[in-house]
């Protein structure tokens, strides 16, 4: 999200603003003109609320909810597929 951004016209220092919060860089994504299907928007949800990314660091027990990995590789190419189309019409 934050390579289609930059190309939308936001400054380094506005995305340093954003910092890691998947819920501000999906909004700007989404007021920038960027789509999300409904799965990519439950799969960001999930990042945002759970904080599985920094988790992902550390060994785990117990229940805890996370995206699999399937629904998260189509979010990968989803973001992917959008960016790519975004660039190559700049």
Do not use: C, W
Request: glycine share 6%.
């Amino acid at each position: 999200m934050k390579a289609y951004l930059r190309n939308a016209g936001l400054s380094v220092l506005a995305l340093k603003g954003l910092s890691h919060s998947t819920a501000k860089l999906e909004a700007e994504f989404l007021k920038h003109g960027g789509e999300l299907m409904d799965e990519d928007r439950e799969v960001l949800d999930i990042m945002e609320k759970t904080d599985v990314v920094a988790q992902s660091r550390y060994i785990r027990t117990g229940a805890f909810r996370k995206p699999t990995l399937e629904a998260l590789a189509r979010t990968v190419k989803s973001l992917t597929d959008t960016t790519r189309s975004a660039l190559k019409q700049s």
